[in-house]
């Protein structure tokens, strides 16, 4: 066989030959030290290489899915909207605009590794939870050596601040508990399964961020309804008022996350919202600057500035206006009806995990088009497996698995 006969067979499986790096990277969420190396591990290992192995079929394929154009035209318009930001240089606008083909090529990827390469998937996914736990342990050995153990829990990993390593946590969570635990066979590993289901919320409840916390309570007991099982949800109930009462009663270490209020969130989003209402149509733009003062609490005190809208709604509608605020709604609610579809197949679990972010997303993060951070792992994760799951079921996949998996014909 020739070079290029061999290049061409190898090439057949595209993207899904990448199912060992993207495990890699989202791996790196939670052991890598620095949001840097989370990036050169992502374009060294995710985005040069589909580069080479993305075809036109994939990109064909994955347009089949109503979700993959929603979500595109939505990450399009708001890299489109640097262009009317007040602060619009073409060179900041270029380093802005590079994020639409990362992401982009990030959803190929993880369409194709999900659906063409399932068993891969699944070690993926137990790799990924494994990560977690371990990130976990060793951010309170680390960070609790030197502060005091009521402070809140900052991971020694690639996430953005304690609240964001939660929620990453939350959604980790989600997928222990109904993904990986019940496909788990032997007792022994559903053992060492339910023990990592401990230790991420024990690492969601020492963040003191009380929305991860609040959605993985939630989303845990929606997820024991959609699989009826009650007697788990009873516990789950009887263990949150028991909880709550002994909060109340003594609150101890847990008081200063309770007297925290709405940390500043009320008047930071009344900031935003004044600027929303003022170019509710195009927004601000990409480029605008998204920082904001508001009041000190103490008397003569200068005023606290808070670098983003903390809700990526209202972030979405700061630079995009109404229409970004209008494609995101459609890019959840087309994900939400492909997760209930899935739910109602008994699997949950993505739709669990979508849920998650969603509610996080209300009071906490800004850009959904930027490099790798942690909204690729509870936002865009759970939409690119959805999206998957939906181009799949569009009739196309299975015809062109076939296409591209046959050996070229001809003499060797």
């Not at 791996?27 to 990036?39: E, Q």
């Not at 969570?173 to 066979?185: G, K, N, T």
């Amino acid at each position: 066989m020739s070079v290029a006969r061999r290049w061409t067979v190898w090439r057949a499986r595209g993207p899904e030959r990448l199912a060992l790096t993207l495990g890699i990277f989202l791996a790196g969420f939670f052991l890598l030290p620095s949001g840097k190396a989370l990036n050169n591990v992502y374009y060294a290992l995710v985005l040069a290489p589909a580069l080479f192995l993305l075809r036109g079929a994939d990109w064909r394929w994955l347009a089949g899915s109503n979700m993959w154009r929603l979500a595109m035209l939505l990450l399009a318009y708001l890299t489109l909207s640097g262009l009317w930001s007040a602060g619009f240089t073409f060179d900041d606008w270029l380093h802005e605009a590079k994020a639409l083909p990362y992401l982009a090529v990030y959803l190929a990827v993880l369409a194709c590794v999900c659906v063409r390469r399932p068993a891969a998937w699944e070690r993926l996914l137990r790799g990924v939870a494994v990560a977690a736990v371990v990130g976990t342990l060793l951010s309170v050995a680390l960070y609790y050596r030197a502060v005091p153990w009521p402070a809140r829990l900052e991971f020694q990993a690639a996430v953005y601040n304690a609240n964001e390593g939660a929620t990453l946590l939350a959604g980790c969570l989600m997928l222990v508990l109904f993904h990986i635990l019940p496909a788990a066979r032997g007792r022994w590993r559903q053992a060492g399964w339910l023990l990592a289901a401990l230790v991420l919320a024990t690492g969601i409840v020492l963040t003191g961020s009380r929305m991860p916390l609040a959605a993985a309570v939630a989303c845990t007991a929606l997820g024991f309804a959609l699989r009826r099982q009650w007697r788990l949800l009873g516990l789950l109930a009887a263990a949150g008022a028991l909880a709550l009462g002994l909060l109340l009663v003594e609150g101890g270490h847990a008081r200063p996350a309770l007297e925290r209020g709405d940390s500043y969130r009320l008047a930071i989003w009344q900031q935003f919202a004044a600027r929303v209402a003022h170019r509710p149509w195009l927004g601000e733009g990409v480029l605008t600057d998204d920082t904001t003062q508001i009041a000190a609490p103490d008397p003569g005190a200068p005023p606290l500035t808070m670098n983003h809208p903390h809700s990526v709604y209202l972030a979405t509608a700061l630079y995009g206006g109404l229409p970004a605020l209008g494609l995101l709604a459609a890019v959840v609610a087309s994900a939400l009806w492909q997760g209930m579809l899935a739910a109602r197949r008994g699997q949950p679990a993505w739709l669990l995990v979508l849920l998650v972010g969603l509610l996080c997303m209300l009071t906490d993060g800004d850009r959904l088009l930027h490099a790798p951070r942690g909204i690729w792992f509870y936002f865009w994760l759970p939409v690119g497996v959805l999206l998957a799951t939906q181009a799949q079921a569009g009739g196309t996949h299975a015809s062109l698995t076939a296409t591209r998996c046959r050996r070229p014909s001809g003499k060797r």
